[in-house]
Structure formats: C-alpha cells, structure tokens
C-alpha cells in the first residue's frame, strides 16, 4: 500500500521552530520532486515547498523564504521541512506529496493525513 505519512507538527509560539518529516511507505520517494503544502480552515490548499529527487533544486512560496527549509535523506526515503521564526499565520495542516518545481502545484492529487501545526501565544 502507497502511504504518505507527515509527522513533526504542534503547537508552538510566534519565533519558534519546528521539524517536519514526510516518511513513504510502500514505494520510494527518491525519484520524485516532494512538496510541502498547507492548509488552513477556510482556505485554499497551498504549496509551500518542493525539491527535486536529487535536491539540487528548490522552490518555495513567497511568505516562507528565509524562514523555512527544505531537504530530503533519499537513504531514508524522507523529506524534511524546517519552519523557523514561525508566524500565526503559518498555522495550517501540512501535508506533503509529489510537486511540480514550477508551479508549485500537487502533481498526483494523493495526499497523507497531514500534520497540524498551529502558532499561538
């Protein structure tokens, strides 16, 4: 079974970080450019990150720049998100899936269960 699983969100306060891992199951990501994206109530799912297969390459949405970082270990068939001086406007289930460089856009529609994290005081 193909399985997408996002850990590493939670609660935390306006400046402070965290880690975020995608993990596949049942088939590698190792091939494919692997993106983050967001999703607050009310709101439109957004892209956020996404890096090739061979991490050369990555794009990132506007308001995250300089504040968040991608990177993937291909040997442990994950990608990573670091989020660091987060905002309450970063609050959002993160998911993670196959993206375009590009656009910044899903490119399979196949999504994980995502994971919550939320920026309050």
């Known amino acids: 079974q193909f399985q997408l699983v996002e850990s590493g969100g939670g609660l935390v306060q306006p400046g402070g970080s965290l880690r975020l891992s995608c993990a596949a199951s049942?088939?590698?990501?190792?091939?494919?450019?692997i993106g983050w994206f967001r999703q607050a109530p009310g709101k439109e799912r957004e892209g956020v990150s996404c890096i090739s297969s061979s991490s050369i390459e990555t794009t990132y949405l506007d308001s995250v720049k300089g504040r968040f970082t991608t990177s993937r270990d291909n040997a442990k068939n994950t990608v990573y998100l670091q989020m660091n001086s987060l905002k309450p406007e970063d609050t959002a289930r993160y998911y993670c899936?196959?993206?375009?460089?590009?656009?910044?856009?899903?490119?399979?529609?196949?999504w994980g269960q995502g994971t919550q994290v939320t920026v309050s005081s």
């Open positions: 049942g088939w590698t990501l190792n091939y494919y450019p």
């Open positions: 899936a196959v993206c375009d460089l590009k656009t910044l856009e899903d490119v399979y529609n196949y």
